[in-house]
């Protein structure tokens, strides 16, 4: 009864905070029109994931919106049709990660500029080495990702990093919690505003190699994600306290 009592309210908790991360993506201009997604794993049927219902935007999301959906793409707990690119993504990054509770994608402003690219980013600031040997790129784009195999590549292209760079399509983070993912999406969108400014402006000067690798050990784990991200969601459930309905 315990056990059943905790899972059900470790449920509640990793909806919750799915909820706020969407709150938090569209005060962030994160929101593109039917695009993205977040999803977190099931404490109890862990080969599934909630996910935002399709064409509900990210400030309008409420914890009962979230829909459960299987690693087969079926919807299993709620009445709302999902985002079929949302599917392939996370179904396919989800499966081949076990460790990777909550994952995030969208089309971001500054994280599409930068994938245009076909960089990967480079330690220029503090905030950007949370990222120092902990990302990669999927060095190509065939088009909406409709098909199985597609996702399938793009969960390989992330390997074991936290985050992977879709190039000429947008950012794909994943994390132990939602926290986590929410926070690396966030940080990674400012790293790709910093990394298009800094080039403008003319070669910007990296960080070294050894200093960049101790700095990630404070700004890149997973304990940091976590603590990021609290204040942002006590901030954003204070202020949009129905997110939680």
């Not at 919106?65 to 087969?72: G, H, K, S, T």
């Not at 969108?189 to 910007?204: D, F, I, K, N, Q």
């Not at 690798?213 to 942002?232: H, I, V």
Request: hydrophobic share 40%.
């Amino acid at each position: 009864m315990n056990h059943d009592k905790s899972i059900e309210e470790e449920r509640r908790f990793r909806k919750n905070q799915l909820a706020a991360a969407f709150r938090l993506f569209s005060k962030f201009g994160f929101d593109n029109g039917v695009t993205g997604h977040i999803t977190v794993r099931d404490p109890e049927f862990t080969d599934s994931y909630w996910v935002n219902p399709y064409m509900k935007h990210f400030s309008q999301i409420k914890t009962s919106d979230l829909v459960r959906v299987n690693e087969a793409g079926e919807v299993v707990e709620g009445s709302s049709v999902v985002n079929k690119a949302a599917l392939v993504i996370h179904s396919a990054v989800h499966k081949a990660r076990p460790d990777a509770i909550a994952a995030a994608h969208a089309h971001t402003t500054y994280g599409q500029i930068w994938s245009t690219t076909g960089k990967t980013i480079k330690p220029l600031s503090q905030d950007s080495c949370a990222f120092y040997n902990d990302l990669t790129l999927f060095d190509d784009y065939t088009g909406v990702v409709y098909d199985e195999e597609e996702g399938k590549r793009i969960a390989e292209a992330l390997e074991d990093k936290k985050a992977s760079i879709l190039r000429n399509h947008g950012l794909l983070t994943v994390g132990g919690s939602v926290a986590e993912a929410a926070w690396w999406f966030i940080l990674l969108e400012r790293s790709c505003r910093e990394h298009v400014y800094a080039h403008m402006l003319g070669e910007p000067a990296e960080i070294s190699a050894e200093v960049a690798a101790n700095t990630y050990k404070d700004e890149g784990s997973s304990q940091a994600g976590k603590e990021q991200f609290q204040p942002l969601w006590e901030m954003i459930v204070k202020e949009q306290p129905d997110l939680l309905d």
